[in-house]
């Protein structure tokens, strides 16, 4: 039985067999699941054979329905809330509900399990002592320029998400500067064309210019205590 009110539920973030026993669990249990996409959901759900009235939330109506979830929570209603996927509330929809749930004392609890975070930063390579995530990269020239070059400067690992469609440009103002910064875009988690392509700064942002890609990425920057070497070339990149 459910002990909670509300349960913040990690999805797959490609393939569809990366979701927890417990997660289906609680899909199969709950009275209503919240999610960023009906369309998107439904057919993940109907694969492990779960029916369950479903509730958009989205970022354009989370504050209204994250008053509306903790009302009918407190009403006696179960919810599961998921996103496209990986974990809500990471640069995600969550963040806002788990805020009203906790003013109000409402019972809510997580269950973990995929993240695009952390499956990129430990096929990266690169140092995963100590890491920073900053979510989408800035939409605008300038302050997406300040925030690369500060990445590279800092001692850790910086992770961000960035458009497909963006990702050849981004490389190329990532090289303008700091060409030696070592990088690793990861491309397709989980999926059957999973890649990661590591090398430095310029010899991504060269391989990118000839050759833009598709589908979810991740993009990783060394910072100035990753380290050199043959491991950090533009051929290594490993599918898998």
């Known amino acids: 039985m459910i002990s909670h009110a509300v349960s913040f539920v990690a999805l797959p973030i490609g393939n569809r067999e990366d979701i927890t026993r417990r997660a289906l669990d609680v899909l199969g249990e709950v009275d209503t699941i ?34 509306q979830v903790a009302e009918r929570a407190e009403a006696g209603e179960r919810f599961a809330v998921v996103s496209d996927a990986g974990m809500p509330g990471v640069s995600d929809p969550g ?53 690369l070059a500060a990445a590279a400067a800092q001692p850790y690992t910086s992770i961000f998400y960035e458009s497909p469609y963006r990702m050849a440009t981004t490389l190329k103002e990532l090289a303008e500067a700091q060409p030696g910064a070592q990088v690793c875009v990861a491309r397709e988690l989980t999926k059957v064309h999973e890649e990661f392509h590591r090398g430095t700064a310029a010899e991504l942002a060269e391989q990118f210019a000839k050759q833009p890609m598709k589908g ?25």
Do not use: W
Request: aromatic share 6%; charged share 20%; with cysteine.
């Open 34 to 67: 919240c999610c960023e996409d009906t369309r998107h959901t439904a057919p993940l759900l109907a694969h492990y054979g779960i029916r369950k009235p479903l509730l958009s939330l989205h970022e354009h109506n989370e504050r209204e329905r994250a008053v």
């Open 216 to 240: 979810e990425m991740v993009l990783l920057i060394g910072g100035i205590n990753a380290p050199k070497g043959d491991t950090a070339s533009a051929d290594a990149a490993s599918t898998i």
């Open 95 to 147: 963040y806002r509900l788990v805020t009203e749930l906790q003013r109000r004392g409402i019972s809510y609890t997580v269950l973990p399990g995929p993240s695009a975070v952390v499956t990129a930063l430990v096929g990266s390579a690169l140092p995963s002592d100590s890491f920073f995530f900053g979510g989408f990269l800035p939409v605008k020239k300038g302050k997406r320029q300040r925030v």
